[in-house]
């Protein structure tokens, strides 16, 4: 693909180079005249009802402008259900529940104030797991659930503490079970994890004097804040403008409306004043929606060749107190079911339940990662009973591009990508079939792993974007395009794009990282790997409009037809004749005859994308078309067991992916970034709970992050480059896809080098010794006399 | 209390309270807003500056306590305007993605290349451990910090 294009699959250099040489903006770097500071208050309790909050101390303290609790602001805010009050109304619904709001002039006196914040509570009881939290005798968290304002596509059950029950049907799953040789029942979990993105949240807000709402804040999506902005808050778009500044990482969890209500709120009650909050570490593992803890069970089937024929199963997300993009994301578990696999008869229900913990939201994988973590296990120990070699077993039952029905009931489309064809180069790459060499050290035992996935972007049928593009007079071209950049790079892919279709140097294409709701186009959001693939697609078409109206000048000026002018290297040409060219500045602005009459004025294109074919589903089968493309990946890793420690170490880990890719040096920074995440959340990361549902981590100290000490000894990122239809030159997302792999991988690694499974995340050394304790005690016994021997 | 600071070769004199960090003071009296907060207890490493040739996590120290010190931020690192080769390695081998961590890493690969020009890999992890990154996987900021070394022993950019 390479040779082909001069800027498209080539490791064009990123130009947001202001975050490497200084001046790079965060909205935690805003500062607004006049600023106030905002200091949440939070409760000591993970359910109770709030009997008095006394707020008269702290407004005797001098530079506290005002104090606001849940009373305040009768708002519900959510993105798919509206759950979420701006801050606690009658209950706290988990420990660490802003309750009250000390705004001041300086961050110093606002938290001397919020100290002084006296409340009382009546503790109600408190549901602090899945389990608890389905239990018939369990108390309802949200009492009012079945009032809720909430998307049609979710289904809360009132009277219990289901947010959303999901159903995916297809042939039948029960009579099916009559017809296989082998069958593996399994239940997987993880606790919570966090997104622990590097920019804790930020966001600033003022109001205009004409009334229109300003807000700057740390968000992936300007669209979709401004959006739920306008409908939580009944306020007219038209009146709402959000500011996206560099935003320090997101990974889902800055996915939709964060924290902006508050400040806007503030604002609103203090005469518009502009007012800020920014979260410390701990109050954003608090007040910023986590990952979600999962519990998965699953029931698998297959013949005694090895084909998959049944799968039914029960995945359950923890909500936590707020179940934001959750509710969505258990659709997404749900409708994608298994791993990219076809199998005839599926049965899945899925459920988002609360519970009195951290509110929970999207990370990076939507759901498929828990699919992942859960389902790449289950194939293993599938193809263990049937004595089939795992890879085999996977290309055996492998999705068919074109043939394959997927779990929602429809032919998988023939452009779908290569699923076989990752699962078959990533098990080359790791070696699969070749065994590790030996560790120096005979209490360090290696053992090789792969898992296989697949996803789309999981976002409603009309979904949009659009794009602008402007020639300028010298011939540069500005690009205006509403996704957010958070680190994917998503800007340089889309200039790559610009100068390969105007034949100019990259260098004079300007897409400004930088953006406002009231002048860039719209785009939905900036989540689900779908910004390459749609505001490509919208650009190609706002390139096709420029490039219509620059030939349509040329051709006047030349007096040949329209379709006798082409563009290439940065100039209009008759077809065929090299030295009748116009130059584009010399367009830009419309052509100037040599008499001075002049045409047609300046150049703007523009273009809009909306997928075609993706569907509502069937709320009773899940049939349906939900996703405008699916990419597919395998990973492979190999693994250290230090039995001593009980620490694993990933010495080697490889990731394929069939998608085309538009900027190498990205795609390999999205690769590398997904595995060390993959890493951290197969085997360090995890949020605590204590008894009474306090956070017992809420920091960098002991929620441990990969460091450069995790990383794999090698690393390798491969594409096979399959086309995409409709697709910018074919190319479809990956950054979700690279962090998929790594947790059942690493699994399955654990186990083929020392024959012990842990089906619960993170597998820390607590976790593995118990499970060796369980299931291979003889190791220890043997680990003993090596060491003695030592 | 009047501190007097070197902050990227320039003179600053600043009135600061007692407990406050020289995070807060550079980032918010002195404007320089590439220092930035990750954790405020040292866990994380954001806020690394250069103070005295040390690499010095900025939330850990009071301002007063660097009172009369030499301080390098990533704006210091650039001379008329031009980046420095450590800079200039980290956009050529993409050595990093949403940015916020990044200065930290600039300033720790200048360290690396003032004071261990020669150092093994091991040893280029070693003082990047300090840092922690969300989003690059850390094998394209060793890159970096690998071509800027190259850069530096053979004398100039490529």
Not at chain 1, 569 to 590: N, T
């Amino acid at each position: 693909m390479s040779s082909e294009f001069r800027y498209v699959g080539q490791p064009v250099k990123r130009f947001d180079v202001d975050k490497v040489y200084g001046g790079a903006l965060f909205a935690s770097d805003i500062e607004l005249p006049g600023m106030l500071w905002i200091k949440l208050v939070s409760a000591p309790y993970s359910h109770a009802r709030i009997k008095r909050i006394d707020c008269s101390e702290a407004l005797k303290i001098p530079g506290v402008v005002a104090v606001f609790t849940g009373e305040d602001f009768p708002y519900k805010v959510g993105i798919y259900a509206a759950d979420r009050d701006v801050l606690a109304r009658g209950k706290v619904l988990y420990y660490g529940h802003p309750i009250a709001a000390v705004v001041a002039e300086s961050l110093d006196i606002a938290e001397k104030a919020a100290e002084t914040i006296d409340a009382e509570f009546e503790p109600l009881p408190a549901v602090l797991s899945i389990e608890e939290a389905l239990s018939p005798r369990a108390p309802v968290i949200h009492e009012r659930l079945g009032e809720y304002r909430r998307a049609s596509f979710i289904n809360p059950v009132p009277g219990t503490n289901i947010a959303n029950r999901v159903k995916l049907r297809k042939g039948d799953a029960q009579k099916a079970m009559e017809d296989v040789d082998v069958v593996v029942e399994e239940t997987y979990r993880s606790d919570p994890q966090s997104h622990a993105y590097m920019e804790t949240w930020a966001g600033a807000a003022t109001i205009r004097s004409d009334g229109t709402v300003e807000v700057w804040s740390s968000h992936q999506s300007p669209f979709a804040v401004r959006n739920l902005l306008a409908m939580s808050l009944g306020l007219p778009v038209s009146k709402i403008v959000v500011h996206h500044l560099y935003t320090g990482g997101g990974f889902g969890g800055k996915a939709g409306l964060l924290l902006e209500h508050i400040p806007v709120l503030i604002s609103m009650k203090l005469g518009g004043r502009p007012v800020f909050l920014q979260l410390n570490r701990e109050e954003n593992f608090y007040y910023m929606a986590q990952k979600p803890g999962f519990l998965f069970k699953m029931k698998t089937g297959a013949t005694k060749d090895g084909k998959l024929v049944f799968h039914i199963g029960e995945y359950y997300l923890d909500a936590g107190a707020y179940a934001d993009y959750t509710v969505n994301v258990i659709r997404s578990s749900t409708f994608m079911a298994t791993g990219p696999y076809e199998i005839p008869h599926i049965h899945v229900d899925g459920y988002a339940v609360y519970t009195n913990k951290v509110p929970t939201t999207a990370f990076r994988g939507f759901g498929i990662l828990e699919l992942t973590a859960s389902f790449e296990q289950q194939m293993d120990i599938l193809a263990e009973k049937l004595g089939i070699d795992p890879i085999e077993f996977r290309l055996k039952n492998a999705l068919k591009p074109g043939v394959s029905i997927t779990p929602t009931q429809e032919v998988l489309a023939e452009d779908a990508g290569d699923p076989a064809g990752v699962i078959r180069r990533a098990a080359e790459l790791i070696g699969y079939h070749i065994p590790p060499q030996r560790s120096e050290e005979p209490w360090k035992v290696r053992g090789k792993g792969i898992a296989a996935a697949w996803k789309g972007p999981v976002q409603p049928p009309n979904a949009a974007s659009s794009a602008i593009v402007k020639l300028n007079e010298d011939g540069s071209v500005d690009v205006l395009v509403g996704t957010g950049e958070f680190g994917q790079g998503t800007i340089i892919a889309l200039a790559q794009i610009v100068a390969e279709e105007l034949g100019i140097p990259v260098e004079k294409v300007r897409i400004s990282p930088y953006r406002s709701t009231d002048l860039v186009p719209y785009t939905w959001q900036t989540v689900g790997s779908r910004g390459l693939y749609s505001d490509g697609q919208a650009l190609i078409r706002a390139l096709q409009d420029l490039k219509d109206q620059i030939k349509e000048v040329a051709a006047r000026a030349f007096n040949v037809f329209k379709d006798e002018v082409e563009i290439r290297d940065g100039k209009a040409c008759v077809v065929g004749k090299h030295s009748e060219c116009i130059p584009l500045e010399r367009l830009a602005l419309g052509y100037t005859f040599p008499s001075g009459e002049t045409i047609h004025g300046p150049i703007i294109g523009r273009g809009s994308h909306v997928p075609s074919g993706t569907t509502y589903l069937d709320p009773e089968t899940g049939k349906g078309n939900p996703k405008p493309f699916v990419t597919f990946v395998a990973g492979g890793v190999e693994v250290e067991v230090d039995l001593v420690t009980m620490q694993v170490r990933v010495l080697k880990a490889v990731l394929v992916t069939d998608a085309r890719i538009i900027n190498p040096g990205l795609a390999e920074g999205q690769a590398y970034g997904g595995i060390l995440m993959g890493i951290g959340l197969a085997l360090k990361e995890a949020i605590g709970f204590d008894e009474i549902g306090a956070l017992r981590n809420p920091s960098f100290l002991e929620y441990r992050l990969p460091r450069v000490e995790d990383m794999p000894v090698e690393m390798i990122f491969e594409s096979l480059n399959v086309p995409q239809r409709n697709a910018p030159y074919g190319a479809k997302g990956i950054g979700e896809l690279t962090a998929l792999p790594w947790q059942a991988a690493i699994a399955n690694a654990i186990y083929r080098a020392i024959g012990v499974r842990v089906k619960e995340y993170p597998i820390t050394p607590e976790r593995l010794l118990k499970a060796v304790k369980e299931q291979r005690p003889d190791i220890l016994t043997e680990l003993r006399k090596i060491m003695v021997g030592v | 209390m009047r501190i007097s600071l070197t902050v990227n070769g320039v003179k600053r004199v600043v009135d600061v309270k007692p407990n406050e960090r020289l995070l807060d003071v550079l980032r918010y009296r002195l404007g320089i807003k590439s220092v930035r907060a990750g954790c405020l207890v040292g866990d994380c490493g954001i806020c690394t500056v250069i103070v005295d040739g040390k690499l010095v996590k900025s939330c850990l120290v009071l301002a007063a306590e660097a009172n009369g010190s030499n301080i390098v931020t990533v704006e210091g690192l650039s001379t008329n305007m031009r980046p420095s080769p450590v800079q200039r390695a980290f956009v050529e081998s993409f050595g990093y993605q949403c940015g916020y961590c990044t200065p930290a890493f600039v300033l720790t690969a200048h360290w690396i290349t003032e004071n261990m020009v020669n150092a093994s890999d091991e040893e280029i992890a070693r003082v990047l451990n300090s840092v922690v990154c969300r989003c690059t996987g850390y094998k394209q900021i060793v890159d970096s910090v690998k071509l800027a070394l190259k850069w530096r022993r053979e004398g100039g950019e490529r």
